[in-house]
T-cell receptor, first 111, second 115 residues
């Protein structure tokens, strides 16, 4: 059965800290992995990763994929209170058009 | 519109009643998805549309759930004879061409409460 596991489930840090969120997966014929940020309502798209070892970066956020070890990490440097959210990882198995989501990591950044 | 629009934003209904949830995707997006998010849980896939057809209905939890899409645009998710376990946030998403490295864009969801 295809599955996506995220860790930790929750995390509390102080402003300025750096955090690393993990996403591991087991899917048939991997095609892509996506990261989303969910604050109150709609998850908003952060990154799509398809190739191993190529870092995607946007401001203080970055992500990388390891297709051999079947995981991805999302890094947030110099965290701010506005980074507080649930971060979701989703994987698309090839040929299904269906994204399988993990349960998310709840990040709280304290001022 | 600029984003995915869902209505209503909140719905409270009595057990046993039928409800209809609406999703208006981003213009030009051919693929449309329904997911369900229960409290503290991840997103559970319900159904996927490519155009007006639904090649994957595998996630619909029971025959009380149905969905349709018309004109390659608006979709409605109908839940008949609602049960308390149907209480959740129902999220709709659209993408340009469905999978194939095409990220999902989500609406704000409909929070359904069955009393």
């Amino acid at each position: 059965e295809d599955k996506v596991v995220q860790s930790p489930l929750s995390l509390v840090v102080h402003e300025g800290d750096t955090v690393t969120l993990n996403c591991s997966y087991e899917v048939t014929n991997f095609r892509s992995l996506l990261w989303y940020k969910q604050e109150k309502k709609a998850p908003t798209f952060l990154f799509m990763l398809t190739s191993s070892g190529i870092e995607k970066k946007s401001g203080r956020l970055s992500s990388i994929l390891d297709k051999k070890e079947l995981f991805s990490i999302l890094n947030i440097t110099a965290t701010q209170t506005g980074d507080s959210a649930v971060y979701l990882c989703a994987v698309e198995p090839s040929g299904t058009y269906k994204y399988i989501f993990g349960t998310g990591t709840r990040l709280k950044v304290l001022a | 519109g600029a984003g995915v629009s869902q209505s209503p934003s909140n719905k409270v209904t009595e057990k046993g009643k039928d409800v209809e949830l609406r999703c208006d995707p981003i213009s030009g997006h051919t693929a449309l998805y329904w997911y369900r998010q229960s409290l503290g849980q991840g997103l559970e896939f319900l159904i996927y549309f490519q155009g007006n057809s639904a090649p994957d209905k595998s996630g619909l939890p029971s025959d009380r759930f149905s969905a349709e899409r018309t004109g390659g645009s608006v979709s409605t998710l109908t839940i008949q004879r609602t049960q308390q376990e149907d209480s959740a946030v129902y999220l709709c998403a659209s993408s340009l061409w469905g999978g194939l490295n095409s990220p999902l864009h989500f609406g704000n969801g409909t929070r359904l409460t069955v009393t």
